[in-house]
């Protein structure tokens, strides 16, 4: 065989062994441009889905376009709102700084009226005690005659009570002393009782 021959041979070998890698590269291109249709078919079919979805979101952003348009104006005004309100605050403070004022006032007034009350009270009282002083007096003079005779002893009010009250008990015991009277004789004017 001729070197030329062989060469040829070589040479045809290696045109079969590059015929036979074509084929298997474009079998496999095939394969791949084929799952390339496919993603490409599925993406065309999102998309055909997501067109609506995407025509509803730009009419919602249409149609909020003029509410955002309108939230400027409504910060302002509720800001206004606000100021209205504390300046409101402010009337109502002074308002009840006001009424603390009236009735700090009526508070005193009604004290000016109890004390003139009770300066009447008192000087009715007095003209009273005057008018009964003199038998009062004699009492109080035979009851003090017969406290010197006899040992002093002191009575609760509540006992006194109780033993008036037991009106048929007393009538059958002896009475073992005299009874007393007291008189109430103000030591200081109703003006000063007041103001404690």
């Known amino acids: 065989m001729s070197p030329i021959q062989i060469a040829l041979l070589l040479l045809a070998v290696a045109g079969v062994w590059a015929v036979i890698e074509l084929a298997l590269t474009l079998r496999k291109t095939r394969t791949v441009v084929d799952s390339l249709d496919k993603t490409v078919s599925d993406l065309?079919?999102?998309?055909?889905?997501?067109?609506?979805?995407?025509?509803?979101?730009?009419?919602?952003?249409?149609?909020?376009?003029?509410?955002?348009?309108?939230?400027?104006?409504?910060?302002?005004?509720?800001?206004?709102?606000?100021?209205?309100?504390?300046?409101?605050?402010?009337?109502?403070?002074?308002?009840?700084r006001d009424i603390s004022q009236v009735t700090g006032s009526v508070a005193e007034a009604s004290n000016a009226v109890s004390s003139v009350t009770d300066s009447a009270a008192g000087a009715v009282q007095k003209l009273f005690n005057k008018v009964k002083a003199p038998a009062a007096d004699t009492d109080r003079k035979l009851a003090a005659a017969a406290e010197a005779k006899q040992p002093t002893e002191r009575v609760l009010i509540g006992e006194a009570e109780d033993e008036a009250a037991d009106g048929a008990d007393t009538a059958q015991k002896p009475a073992a002393k005299p009874a007393q009277y007291y008189t109430y004789t103000p030591a200081e004017t109703s003006e000063e009782s007041c103001d404690e």
């Open 44 to 96: 065309n079919n999102t998309l055909a889905e997501a067109q609506p979805v995407v025509a509803k979101l730009d009419g919602a952003v249409d149609e909020l376009t003029p509410a955002l348009a309108q939230v400027e104006p409504l910060l302002k005004s509720s800001k206004t709102a606000v100021d209205a309100l504390t300046s409101n605050l402010v009337e109502v403070e002074a308002v009840v």
